[in-house]
Antibody, heavy 122, light 106 residues
Framework: EVQLLQSGGGLAQSGGSLRLSCAAS????????MSWVRQAPGKGLEWVSG????????SYADSVKGRFTISRDNSENTLFLQMNSLRGEDTAVYYC???????????????WGQGTMVTVSS | DIQLTQSPSLLSASVGDRVIITCRAG??????LAWYQQKPGKAPKLLIY???TLDRGVPSRFSGSGSGTVFTLTISSLQPEDFATYYC?????????FGPGTTVDI
């Protein structure tokens, strides 16, 4: 079964840091691009960041650029999101997600993690 | 960044109704559009990718159309399990923005 199991998250102070992890299983992780998507309480979906299958191409939403870093460890089948300089507006449920097609990011994401809540307090 | 708008934002419907949701892109995105369904407290579910292709296991009452800047998601006969929020997402260029969502309720 294809699964993404998230860990990390929780409560952080404004200006603080958190690291999210997403452990993949049931598919060839090293051939799929991955993404992070977040959803603030009562709001819509916001794409946060994406990374290609090899990890050498990354992209970020303007709202997190320069503060968040996406990375992956293909030997451990794990995706990461390092979040620094956290702000109140970063409070959200964060989801990791797998590209629908290997080596191709333009068909959306078809498997999602269970989500992890990040709360930033001032 | 490519902006997406969705209409309507809220749609009240009944079981058996035909429902159409529209997604408009601020610039042409060819067919690089996906549709997702999300129910409260759950992760989104991919319904359609490449604007018109139904993902595996998605009921055939769902269909997608469009290319360029205007896209539609159609539910041919609304079922009780279809009451949810629907999002479009463009995958033409980064950042891969989502639309604001359309909530389908009774």
């Amino acid at each position: 079964e294809v699964q993404l199991l998230q860990s990390g998250g929780g409560l952080a102070q404004s200006g603080g840091s958190l690291r999210l992890s997403c452990a993949a299983s049931g598919f060839n992780f090293r051939t799929y691009g991955m993404s992070w998507v977040r959803q603030a309480p009562g709001k819509g979906l916001e794409w946060v960041s994406g990374i290609n299958e090899s990890g050498d191409d990354t992209s970020y939403a303007d709202s997190v650029k320069g503060r968040f870093t996406i990375s992956r460890d293909n030997s451990e089948n794990t995706l990461f999101l390092q979040m620094n300089s956290l702000r109140g507006e970063d409070t959200a449920v964060y989801y990791c997600a797998k590209d629908h097609h290997d080596y191709w990011s333009k068909y959306g994401v078809d498997v999602w993690g269970q989500g992890t809540m990040v709360t930033v307090s001032s | 960044d490519i902006q997406l708008t969705q209409s309507p934002s809220l749609l009240s419907a009944s079981v058996g109704d035909r429902v159409i949701i529209t997604c408009r892109a601020g610039q042409g995105i060819r067919s690089y559009l996906a549709w997702y369904q999300q129910k409260p407290g759950k992760a989104p579910k991919l319904l359609i990718y490449a604007a018109t292709t139904l993902d595996r296991g998605v009921p055939s009452r769902f269909s997608g159309s469009g290319s360029g800047t205007v896209f539609t998601l159609t539910i041919s006969s609304l079922q009780p399990e279809d009451f949810a929020t629907y999002y479009c997402q463009q995958l033409s260029s980064y950042p891969f923005t989502f639309g604001p969502g359309t909530t389908v309720d009774i």
